[in-house]
């Protein structure tokens, strides 16, 4: 039974350029949420999908979208990158709201 | 403000020692808790929900009052293989998981 999976597993942009990140959630999970975590920080809520709509947002500019697909897997896209987004990305997976989430390994995004 | 804080630590402790982290979170809309563990460079992993009657999963009791909006972790007869960061993790009504920044944990020999 495959976990949560993301990919790629480590990418460099360059400033201003876009970058997608990927998501396939557990096996029967089909909620998605994303999150951004840097260095000594603990994760940042960045967005949640359910039923392939944006339920709730946190304090992120519109520069992060989502998308959620019909096979419940997910993507972030960030546009206009900057220095700052540099950090890691994780996707986590849940049955539904107010679970515990699985996390993927996370993609780190290195922005120079 | 934060929504949820904890105790960056690092809390250094000789194996067989007990500790405690502590957590805080302001919003009272807050509906269910949950403590993740986080080894460097890696996924944060469940570790155990909790619930306000109080749970315990082997060495691990986790603490909820609702309250004062305050949640523990004690680790008894503390492990090597403890240290790790440990982070407190809140849900809100309307979809919103929120994570504290998390308290690492050595454990030495």
């Known amino acids: 039974d495959a976990g949560v999976t993301q990919s790629p597993t480590h990418l460099i942009k360059t400033r201003g350029q876009q970058v997608t990140l990927r998501c396939s959630p557990k096996?029967?999970?089909?909620?998605v949420s994303w999150y951004q975590q840097a260095l000594g920080q603990g994760p940042q809520f960045i967005f949640q999908?359910?039923?392939?709509?944006?339920?709730q947002r946190g304090n992120f500019p519109d520069r992060f979208s989502g998308h959620q697909f019909p096979n419940y897997s997910s993507e972030l896209n960030v546009n206009a990158l900057l220095l700052g987004d540099s950090a890691l990305y994780l996707c986590?997976?849940?049955?539904?709201?107010?679970?515990?989430?699985?996390f993927g390994s996370g993609t780190r995004l290195t922005v120079v | 403000r934060k929504e949820v804080e904890q105790d960056p630590g690092p809390f250094n402790v000789p194996e067989g020692a007990t500790v405690a982290f502590n957590c805080t979170y302001s919003?009272?809309?807050?509906?269910?808790f949950f403590w993740y563990r986080q080894d460097c460079r890696k996924e944060p992993k469940l570790l155990m929900s909790?619930?306000?009657s109080g749970n315990e999963d082997g060495r691990f009791t986790a603490q909820l009052n609702r309250a004062s909006q305050y949640i523990s972790l004690l680790i008894r007869d503390s492990k090597l293989s403890d240290s790790a960061t440990y982070l407190c993790?809140?849900?809100?009504?309307?979809?919103?998981?929120?994570f504290g920044a998390g308290t690492r944990l050595f454990v030495k020999a």
């Open positions: 986590a997976s849940s049955e539904g709201q107010g679970r515990g989430y699985t």
């Open positions: 096996s029967g999970h089909d909620t």
């Open positions: 999908y359910y039923e392939e709509e944006e339920r």
């Open positions: 919003n009272s809309a807050s509906q269910s």
């Open positions: 909790v619930y306000s």
């Open positions: 993790v809140v849900n809100i009504v309307g979809f919103k998981t929120i």
